[in-house]
């Protein structure tokens, strides 16, 4: 079966720009995640969807950063406006449901630079 | 606060020889336990998961890691290293009952020399 897809690869901007990163879950998954991973330590939850509700979006900066999952499949997570500290690899994730020991599967990532 | 620690940087091994990537954790709950494994320029890609029962999880690639629960660990070993498990390890936690996140460790880099 075809994993998760994530795009773009790559991205770099310049701060105070936007920018938006798409996340395709495993067919039949449920839940999506997306982790922020900075250079040198394990991914951080931003946010946790449901189908389309959100579970968890307490380690989100809402005030730069939001997303959506508005039919329940495919996600899109945006930074507006981006600071240098946002250059990470942000990781999409999905799994069946929410049960605690389901595993969670992670796609190629985005990479991006703020400059 | 719940959290996982990844006690060295990095672990260098001789093509052959054993490995142990070492794990413990700190948790208030029951812990489910995974092992994920990152390439280059790649996402993370799920080893194997300790969810409960046997102590002993054989996982992907030869891969095996014990739970102990009086030492709040989960060691990752394999008996033969390949130079090609030359990658980026991750230990991470989720408590039952306390959401969906998992809490990593900060990496492991591990490198086999032929």
């Known amino acids: 079966e075809a994993g998760v897809a994530q795009s773009p690869r790559y991205k770099i901007i310049e701060k105070r720009q936007s920018v938006a990163f798409w996340c395709n879950p495993i067919s039949g998954h449920a839940t999506l995640y997306w982790y922020q991973q900075i250079l040198g330590q394990g991914p951080k939850l931003l946010i946790q969807?449901?189908?389309?509700?959100?579970?968890?979006d307490s380690q989100l900066p809402k005030d730069r950063f939001s997303a959506e999952r508005l039919k329940g499949v495919d996600s899109t997570l945006k930074i507006q406006p981006a600071k240098l500290e946002d250059s990470a690899v942000y990781l999409c994730a999905s799994s069946l449901g929410r049960q605690t020991q389901e595993t969670q599967y992670f796609g190629p990532g985005t990479r991006l630079l703020v400059l | 606060a719940q959290s996982v620690a990844q006690p060295e940087d990095q672990v260098n091994v001789a093509e052959g020889n054993p490995l142990t990537v070492k794990c413990t954790y700190s948790v208030s709950g029951n812990p489910y336990l995974f092992w994920y494994v990152q390439y280059p320029n790649r996402g993370l890609q799920f080893l194997l998961k300790y969810i409960t029962g046997d102590n002993l999880v054989k996982g992907s690639y030869g891969f095996e890691a014990e739970f102990n629960k009086s030492q709040t660990s989960f060691h990752l070993k394999k008996p033969s290293a390949l130079v090609s498990d030359s990658a980026l390890y991750f230990c991470?936690?989720?408590?039952?009952?306390?959401?969906?996140?998992?809490?990593f460790g900060q990496g492991t880099e591990l490198s086999v020399k032929p």
């Open positions: 969807f449901q189908n389309n509700g959100v579970v968890d």
């Open positions: 991470a936690v989720r408590v039952y009952n306390q959401g969906g996140k998992l809490i």
